[in-house]
């Protein structure tokens, strides 16, 4: 399960609605084996695509000492879909670079954006539940 | 003299759960083919068979990634912090 303030919820919904019309990504920062984001990190899009997305390798350097900072590690990733259901596409399972993570897909194809995260382990796809937290 | 390394969560597994080693080289190169050496399990998942870096991680030399500098034949000493990080991307 995934476990998510509603800040970091907005923080997220948010980024993807500023980046349109590109896909927007960030990192996810929590307590290892616990699926408690404690923060979310805005990161560059080096694709500027509304298809593709690509941390930008600096924005990773400084989501991942920010968290080491406070005792968290980053435990996963979002990005948004702008034209597709959030369900992880081929690449994204092809690319997800650790079977411990989180995948969170914002996706903007309908009126209201629809936030799912997944688990991605050996290339198989399962959905988890998304629990909102008041804080 | 060794330099630190820093390993990403879906590393640590590879080298005895430690999240920071130590390793010798005077590149970035000679730094992994150590890190191979201490820790065999890792062999492929930084450099690649072929010798060139596995396109899945970023590797900085403290706040450098290093595929803007030489990449593996880019220089360490002593007090340089190498930090291996995944690369993260898809659609």
Redesign the interface.
């Known amino acids: 399960m995934l476990r998510l303030s509603e800040l970091t919820y907005f923080a997220m919904v948010g980024h993807s609605l500023d980046d349109l019309p590109d896909e927007a990504c960030g990192l996810l920062a929590g307590p290892l084996g616990t699926g408690k984001v404690m923060v979310a990190y805005r990161c560059r899009n080096d694709a500027a695509s509304a298809r593709l997305y690509t941390v930008n390798s600096q924005d990773m350097l400084r989501a991942d000492r920010d968290a080491q900072s406070r005792g968290l590690d980053i435990i996963g990733v979002y990005h948004s879909h702008t034209h597709t259901e959030p369900y992880p596409s081929p690449t994204d399972v092809a690319q997800a670079p650790d079977p411990a993570w989180h995948y969170v897909i914002v996706s903007l194809s309908e009126a209201e954006p629809r936030l799912r995260s997944y688990r991605i382990v050996d290339g198989t796809v399962t959905e988890e539940p998304v629990a909102l937290e008041r804080r | 003299m060794p330099v630190v390394v820093r390993l990403?969560?879906?590393l640590r597994n590879s080298a005895g759960g430690q999240a920071t080693v130590q390793a010798n080289g005077s590149t970035v190169g000679e730094v992994f083919e150590d890190l191979v050496r201490q820790f065999p399990l890792l062999a492929g998942q930084v450099v690649q068979d072929d010798g060139t870096m596995h396109k899945?991680v970023?590797v900085?030399r403290n706040?450098e990634?290093v595929?803007y500098l030489e990449k593996l034949d880019t220089k360490v000493s002593g007090d340089d912090v190498i930090?291996i990080?995944?690369?993260?991307?898809?659609?």
Request: hydrophobic content about 35%; cysteine-free.
């Open positions: 990403p969560t879906v899945f970023n900085y706040d990634d595929r930090s990080l995944p690369a993260v991307a898809g659609g």
